[in-house]
């Protein structure tokens, strides 16, 4: 099972790693990190969700994953020196830690982390097979359940209703549809009272796994 990097570092080191840089507030919908950009920092993410996608030489852009607290992001760009491969997108309000690439560095060198990050790195590479492969085989109504699943649980929100603010566009691009084959996924879960749609694009999730049990609303 997929965990984020504070789940998988000691619990020391983490501390440390979160010294390294000052906390900073990030709104929702803002680019953390673009794709193309040069490797100049790493995210470690306090609080909050963020998406991770992949925009094509068209421009249409597919969700790779979707991040939560106690990730790193960005760290692969750093240590390869490459330029980033994916854009991140704060699905919701974030607090971040903004490394700069030599401390990140000289901490995972001084602390023998190259390998943990690898294996780790191999652990997100797998969880993207297998969007990949959801993307590709299963219809409109569970590709949106699943992603709206992974939203929710990435959430920093305690409370039992969840704010989503992307709009249904976003989503449809997200998930790889139309936006009126999102929209009536929408609908039909928004009749039962499983979701909201809000005023300002976004959605207020009432019960995620009803909607994921039930991705066609018959439930």
Known sequence: MYQ??????????????????????RPARSVLLRQGDPGTHVLLLESGSTIVTLTGENGERTLLAVRGAGELIGELAVLDAQPRTASVIAAEACQVRVIPAPEFLGFVDEHGLTASILRHAIARVREAEAVRLELATAPVPARLASALGRLVQSTSCTAGHVHVRLTQV???????????????????????????TEAGGGLL?????RIKAHPLGRG
């Open 4 to 25: 984020p990097h504070a789940a998988v570092f000691d619990k020391v080191l983490w501390a440390k790693l979160r010294g390294l840089a000052p906390l900073r507030s």
């Open 205 to 209: 999730i009432r019960d995620i796994a």
């Open 170 to 196: 976003e989503l449809s691009q997200l998930i790889g549809a139309s936006r009126n084959a999102v929209g009536t996924a929408i609908k039909a879960w928004r009749d039962h009272g499983w979701l909201e």
